[in-house]
């Protein structure tokens, strides 16, 4: 009896939970005429594509999606980059104004970014950055490397000092144990922080409308936002916009959920 | 304990590796964070427009003034007490329950976390279109299924009117954020030591009394920590709104970062940067408060 109902609740809130992404995706796949017309169907009567095909023939969908990959594999690379140098010197090393870094790390953890919105829009112009691609990256490595940086600290922190001790015993240099011992235990951690970093960019909605409004430096979000304004929403390209951007987020944080979880809860459990 | 510390004869050789590694992230922390984030402290208490920027002179606490005047102002502080203690409540409570469901085995308990987990791979932007979708006035889906079931008799302009477009935007962050809820609470369940429930067992105490005795107890201080930093993200979450509602109808969806953006959108840099330095003093303001509540530092 306490399994069925528990197994009733968790199936019920498994529904409400997935419905949402149900519902945009047959919305995606229905003719026009269908989404605008009552009695509302829960299965498209039609299946159609017309939407995602009008996104790269009306819209210039390619464009956006492209910009949206460079910007977040640029970004998340150099972020993990740096990352992984900062968070091993951070576990490693104790020297004066190291408590203090932290803090100025976990600081702009609690304040949104856009928060200093207007200033960095007048920075982003001093620097003639505005409607660039390269400026946008810039903005994201900055809003992530606290982030990363912190994490990676906490992956070296597992791993035992001897690893890295032995290896420069044989006679390596630091770096170079570093490269090549530490690395390789870390590889999942790192690809974790990448995919977490690259999916914040992916996603970032504020920064990015504010410094780009060309065409051609649009990422994905910048684009579904100018459709919002319009007066009428096209909700058949919008749904399949949203297929088409949360898509790859979805496999990704898949993949990676585990590591999620764990970076999370280190912080505040052990807190 | 650090590795070099045997040979302080590479001292400075440590001193350039550690500089160098820290660098870059030191770099752009100062420059893109920091430093915009002074800036706009200094505007705050300058006439800075956008769209006239010929001449911004300093006119000391004007924005502020200006800012504190605004009912609409007033109306985003109140908004924003009731998007964060309404959502919070519910993420906290439906997130909890959620947490305890899942805390023993079962089996496809992975796959089971797997999917349900995932609002949390989609940024607020999407998660208030897609309720900007379901909660639509004419063929949004939830006014047909509470049409069917008999609930309502005529469909709601669920964001068109005051009070339903809040219950609409608080209905959408619950079921995004229940998912961080119990992720983080099923963690705080799992540091509880398994001997204090065999104890609690040898004693002879039920389920229930164990919860309120030794699990609640231990992973009080977790848990409040957990509630302080969602409160807060919570508070920074403009995204959901942006998309959802835009603030509207008639500012009643408008939160404090809502308000911020479109000032800031507006173009009116100097009020913009008050209303930056009035979030940043609420959040502060409360953070203080609610350590010294919770008495985080004893309890730990």
């Not at chain 1, 009008?54 to 210039?60: E, G």
């Not at chain 1, 979805?250 to 993949?255: D, E, I, K, T």
């Not at chain 2, 770099?27 to 208490?45: D, E, H, K, Q, S």
């Not at chain 2, 809040?166 to 809820?181: E, K």
Request: aromatic share 14%; net charge positive; hydrophobic share 55%.
């Amino acid at each position: 009896m306490r399994r069925l109902a528990k197994a009733i609740v968790l199936g019920v809130w498994l529904l409400i939970t997935l419905f949402p992404l149900y519902w945009i995706v047959i919305t995606s796949l229905k003719p026009k005429a269908e989404i605008f017309s009552l009695p509302i169907r829960y299965w498209p009567g039609k299946v159609t594509f017309e939407h995602y095909a009008d996104l790269f023939s009306f819209a210039d969908f390619g464009v956006y999606l492209l910009n949206s990959l460079l910007v977040s594999l640029v970004a998340a690379g150099a972020v993990t980059m740096i990352g992984v140098l900062g968070g091993y010197t951070l576990a490693r090393f104790t020297f004066p104004g190291r408590g203090a870094l932290m803090l100025a790390f976990l600081v702009t953890q609690m304040i949104p970014l856009f928060i200093a919105l207007g200033p960095l829009y007048l920075l982003m112009s001093d620097l003639d950055l505005l409607n660039r691609l390269a400026g946008l990256m810039l903005v994201y490595v900055a809003m992530l490397v606290p982030f990363a940086t912190i994490i990676m600290r906490g992956f070296y922190e597992r791993i035992p000092v001897a690893l890295e001790e032995a290896a420069q015993v044989d006679g390596a240099s630091r770096l170079v144990a570093m490269v090549r011992v530490v690395i390789p235990v870390m590889l999942p951690g790192i690809a974790a922080t990448f995919i977490f970093a690259f999916v914040q960019c992916w996603n970032e909605l504020f920064l990015a409308i504010t410094f780009i409004d060309s065409e051609d430096a649009k990422t994905i979000p910048v684009a579904m936002n100018s459709f919002i304004t319009q007066y009428d929403i096209d909700w058949g390209s919008m749904a399949a916009a949203t297929v088409v951007s949360v898509l790859p987020t979805l496999v990704l944080f898949a993949a990676i959920r585990r590591y999620i979880v764990e970076g999370l809860t280190a912080g505040a459990v052990k807190g | 304990m650090s590795l070099g510390s045997a040979r302080p004869a590479f001292s400075v050789r440590k001193a350039r590796f550690i500089a160098l590694c820290l660098l870059p992230g030191v770099v752009f922390v100062v420059l893109f964070t920091y430093y915009p984030m002074i800036r706009g402290a200094v505007i705050a208490f300058q006439q800075y427009n956008l769209f006239d920027l010929t001449s911004t002179p300093f006119v000391g606490l004007a924005n502020f003034r200006a800012v504190l005047a605004e009912d609409r102002f007033w109306m985003a502080l109140r908004n924003t007490g009731t998007w964060v203690v309404v959502s919070l409540f519910f993420q906290f409570v439906l997130g909890f329950g959620l947490a305890l469901l899942l805390r023993r085995h079962f089996r496809g308990r992975g796959l089971y976390q797997a999917w349900v987990f995932f609002p949390w791979a989609m940024s607020g932007f999407l998660i208030g279109l897609l309720w900007r979708w379901m909660f639509n006035g004419q063929f949004g889906v939830i006014n047909d299924l509470l049409l069917r079931t008999g609930i309502i008799e005529h469909r709601i302009g669920f964001l068109a009117t005051p009070g339903w477009a809040m219950t609409s935007v608080i209905v959408a962050n619950v079921w995004y954020g229940v998912t961080f809820f119990a992720i983080m609470i099923m963690a705080a369940l799992q540091s509880v030591p398994r001997e204090l429930y065999e104890a609690a067992d040898v004693d002879g105490a039920s389920r229930i009394r164990q919860f309120w005795h030794v699990t609640l107890p231990h992973i009080r201080p977790t848990l409040a920590l957990i509630v302080l930093l969602r409160i807060i993200w919570i508070l920074n979450f403009p995204d959901l709104i942006y998309s959802m509602t835009g603030g509207g109808p008639a500012g009643s969806t408008d939160i404090i970062t809502t308000f911020l953006i479109q000032q800031v959108i507006g173009g009116d840099y100097g009020r913009g940067g008050a209303v930056g330095m009035l979030i940043l003093g609420l959040l502060l303001a409360f953070t203080v408060f609610y350590l010294n509540a919770t008495r985080f530092e004893k309890a730990r």
